[in-house]
Each structure stands twice: as C-alpha cells, then as structure tokens.
C-alpha cells in the first residue's frame, strides 16, 4: 500500500482506490475461509462442525473459561457457541462447572475425550498453517503474526 492508499480517519479511500487485493479485512477473510474450508472434510468425519472445533482448540490451549471469554477466543457468536456447547457435552468432549468466584457464570473445561478429538484434528490443522506459510520465510512469517497481534490490540474490545 502507497501513501495515497494508506487509510487515515480524515480522508479514507474508497474501496475501489485501494483495491480488494490490497485490502486486508478482504484478504483475511479469503485466508480463513480457505482455511477452513480446508478442515471442513476431516472435522465432519470426527463429528465437529467449526464452532465445535474453535472450543476444542482454544480449550486444548486455555481451559477452563466462562462461556463468554471461550466466545471470544473461539470467534464465535455466544448463542452458536451454546448450542455447540450442549453437543460438546452431550457427546462427552467437554464438561461444564459452576464458576466458583460467580455463582451466575459457569465455565467449560475439555474433557479427555475431547483433548482426544482435537488431537485427531491437530495433524489436518498443522497442515493447512503449514501450507499457508509454505515459501514464506520464518523472519517474514515471525514479522507477520507480530503485525496481526498489535492489529488484533488496536481493534479488541477485550483485555484478552
């Protein structure tokens, strides 16, 4: 991106002038839906759909969390998280507690089951990030997820 298409709050670009291919929310989502995509053939063969998957995974990292910071973290709508939540349980992959210090939250930690399904998920996950970066050296890489966390700062809502 030049200085003429370098956004600013007094005097934006238009879409157009910038371009989609230079257009980072544009080029993000063609990245995640890829991604995703990618997973979609190996997550219906275990049974996950992506919410599914996205609690799995933050869980597997960060476990035991309210249902509203899991929200978060797994980029996922609270009330389709619910709903994947119910199935996560019945099925056995993750258990739900009252929250000691909130007795009005409750929170969600994997069971090993559950640990056990992502871990069968984890290798078709590897691969597809691996693929994404694949020709990309690890400095470029490095400097690329650096940049996506202080994006990911500017714009949270949460302290998480």
Do not use: C
């Not at 370098?6 to 005097?11: E, G, H, M, S, V």
């Not at 879409?15 to 190996?42: D, K, Q, S, T």
């Not at 389709?80 to 119910?86: G, I, K, M």
Request: avoid cysteine.
């Amino acid at each position: 991106m030049n200085d003429l298409t370098r956004p600013t709050l007094d005097d934006p670009p238009r879409l157009g002038e910038i371009g989609l291919h230079n257009f980072a929310p544009y080029l993000m989502n063609r990245i995640m839906g890829r991604y995703n995509a990618g997973l979609r053939e190996e997550m219906a063969a275990q049974g996950l759909t992506t919410p599914k998957m996205r609690a799995l995974a933050v869980l597997s990292v960060i476990d035991n969390l309210q249902i509203g910071q899991l929200a978060v973290y797994a980029v996922t709508e609270q009330s389709t998280l619910s709903r994947a939540l119910v199935a996560l349980e019945a099925e056995g992959l993750i258990r739900r507690e009252a929250d000691a210090a909130d007795s009005r939250a409750s929170r969600v930690a994997i069971t090993d089951a559950g640990r056990a399904a992502f871990e069968r998920l984890w290798p078709t996950m590897a691969a597809n990030y691996a693929r994404m970066f694949s020709g990309i050296p690890d400095a470029e890489r490095l400097a690329f997820v650096t940049t996506l966390q202080k994006i990911l700062s500017n714009i949270r809502k949460h302290d998480f």
